[in-house]
């Protein structure tokens, strides 16, 4: 949302991610990885990507949200400060 660059350690401190590996080291990590989930219950696993998969079914409720983003006072005033090279003046609405 800021377009900040977020290190790899800052990733890892955030919860974004689980590790970081050397880029040599990054196919074992992941093979390993992949022999760790083998390992976890099935029924667990199943409703994980259940899950998951349901929620990138949601574009049309995304398109939506961004169908009313674009039609907002705020998106207009957004793009007035751009093109008048002023800070934007927010209201939510």
Do not use: C
């Amino acid at each position: 949302m800021t377009r900040k660059f977020v290190s790899a350690e800052e990733a890892v401190r955030w919860g974004f991610i689980s590790r970081v590996v050397p880029h040599d080291k990054l196919m074992e990590e992941a093979f390993a990885l992949a022999e760790e989930i083998k390992k976890m219950p099935p029924l667990s696993l199943r409703a994980v990507k259940k899950a998951v998969n349901q929620g990138m079914q949601g574009y049309d409720f995304a398109e939506y949200i961004m169908d009313s983003l674009q039609k907002s006072e705020d998106a207009a005033e957004g793009t007035s400060a751009f093109l008048e090279k002023r800070e934007p003046a927010f209201k939510g609405r």
